[in-house]
Structure formats: structure tokens, C-alpha cells
């Protein structure tokens, strides 16, 4: 049976769905994007998703064209159709068809896209066995805060990694690690503290993020939201990153370099589990 998806107030099989070879997520990257998880058929964070996608929204001049409980149903109604147990649901709003020129379109006419994907998260074999990061210079605009389709940067960056034989890749700007391709960012360094950037235009406010930030508070753990370097990552007692789609996930090694002793860390295991305990709780 085809994939049911979302666009513009229709349901319909993936292969009948259309949009404008003038639009301008298509021709400029002109548009923002949320990818909310699915456990036990529920979404995952949900609430912080629409935060981010008004703050993206308003950064970028576009007005929300659905409201939230109207977002929230068209992803209970996808994930209803599809049957997805496990998985993300991706949602996306460009500015809409127009003649090409660069300047916006007034009146705006948003293009409303959403499909779901049906994929293990709980059984992710990487949670046992860690994943390699390698470092790569920071190539993006300077507006990484806005979760923009414009993702050119981190394409080529993931699929660096890729090359090496590695999960992810972790951009520097600086001297300085920002976050990963598609992930955020953490370390806990050698004194036992939990670092991370500090938010700003520089990096994505993740969701996975503040959820873990405000777990580790909790848990008394000493937070500090401030830049580390590539050296300090390496000399670390662990790393992880954390993403919507992957929760969190420990690394072990970065740039063939083994982190603490090569294996996934306590705390890192320790958030996976609190964290999915959380949301398949709420």
C-alpha cells in the first residue's frame, strides 16, 4: 500500500502528491522544516516542535498558515493512515509558488508538506555500540538558529563522514565545535562537567537538547552551556550527541581518536533511558 502524505489540505498516495516547480522551497530553500519523533504511535516532544517552527517562522517573515491543533491532527492523522508505531513524522512550510525573484512574494501562498517515515528508534544498534564522529570546518550560513531547508552545508558534511566510515560530523568554527550535521553537540569533560554550545545564531535550538539540559539539572549533574574544542572532546570522559529522530547517542571515538575507554559511557546510557522513559511516559 503507498505512503499516505500531506499536501497543501490533501491527502493523498506519495506518488499523485505535486507541488509548483516555482516554489520557493524548491528554488531558494525558502522555507523552515520540524521533524517530530513517533514512539508507541505518539509524538514525541510535540509541543516544543511548534515553538521552534513559530520561532523559525517568524525569523523568516511567514506567517503559520495552520494553527497548532490543526498541526498536531493533520500528524496524529498521518501517523494514523500510515500505521507508523516507530518513526518521525517531517513537516515542512515554504513561502509558497511565485514567479522567481529573490524578494518575497506578497501575498505569500505557504506550501504545507508532511510525510512520515517508519523507522526502529528504541533498537538502535548504535546505542550499544557508540558511533565515530569526525570534525569538519563549520561551511554554513550564519543563521544556523533558523531551522531552515537550506542544508547544503550539512549534506556535504554528512556525507564526509560517510566517506570515513563515520555516524556523524561535527562542524568547528574557530577552534571551536558547534554541533553536528543533523545533531547537537555534548561532552563531559575531564573535570566531570556536561558542556554544550551556548544557544545563538550559531547553532539549531535543538528540542533533544533542552530536554536533556533540563534532565541533567534534575539529576544535579554540573551543567555548563559553553564552547569546548576539539581537543577537549578527545580528552573527555564521554561524548553524545542528541537529535529528534535518535534521542541520544553515545560516541566513542572522534577523528580515530578512542573517547574515555572506547565504549558507550554510563551517563550517556543513562540519558538514553531517562529520556525515553520520559516521553513514552508523557
Do not use: C
Not at 49 to 71: C, Q, T, V, Y
Not at 195 to 218: D, F, N, W
Not at 253 to 264: N, S
Amino acid at each position: 500500500m503507498s505512503r499516505i502524505v500531506y499536501v497543501n489540505g490533501a491527502y493523498q498516495p506519495e506518488e499523485e502528491a505535486k507541488i509548483s516547480v516555482f516554489d520557493r522551497g524548491f528554488l531558494f530553500g525558502d522555507a523552515v522544516y520540524e521533524v517530530t519523533a513517533v514512539l508507541d504511535g505518539r509524538l514525541v516532544d510535540f509541543d516544543a516542535h511548534l515553538a521552534r517552527l513559530d520561532r523559525s517562522l517568524k525569523e523568516i517573515e511567514l506567517s503559520l498558515p495552520i494553527p497548532h491543533e490543526g498541526l498536531r491532527e493533520l500528524h496524529e492523522a498521518l501517523i494514523a493512515e500510515n500505521k507508523v508505531g516507530e518513526g518521525i513524522v517531517y513537516l515542512q512550510i515554504s513561502r509558497g509558488p511565485a514567479e522567481r525573484d529573490f524578494a518575497y512574494p506578497e501575498p505569500a501562498l505557504p506550501t504545507v508538506v508532511a510525510f512520515t517515515q517508519s523507522r526502529p528508534l528504541l533498537d538502535n544498534p548504535y546505542a550499544e555500540t557508540g558511533i565515530k564522529v569526525v570534525t569538519i570546518p563549520d561551511i554554513r550560513w550564519k543563521r544556523r538558529d533558523i531551522k531552515s531547508t537550506s542544508m547544503l552545508g550539512q549534506a556535504m558534511g554528512k556525507q564526509a563522514a560517510k566517506r570515513q566510515g563515520a555516524y556523524e560530523a561535527w562542524m568547528v568554527e574557530d577552534g571551536f565545535v558547534t554541533e553536528g550535521t543533523s545533531s547537537s553537540a555534548f561532552i563531559l569533560d575531564a573535570d566531570g562537567v556536561l558542556r554544550t554550545q551556548p544557544l545563538g545564531s550559531h547553532i539549531l535550538p535543538g528540542v533533544t537538547r533542552r530536554a536533556i539540559l533540563r534532565l541533567a539539572k534534575e539529576e544535579g549533574l554540573r551543567v555548563e552551556e559553553r564552547p569546548f574544542t576539539v581537543a577537549e572532546a578527545i580528552q573527555a570522559r564521554e561524548a553524545f550527541l542528541t537529535a529528534a529522530s535518535a534521542f541520544v547517542l553515545p560516541v566513542i571515538e572522534i577523528d580515530g581518536h578512542a573517547i574515555g575507554d572506547g565504549v558507550p559511557g554510563p551517563v550517556a546510557r543513562a540519558f538514553r533511558a531517562h529520556y525515553i522513559a520520559e516521553a513514552r511516559a508523557s
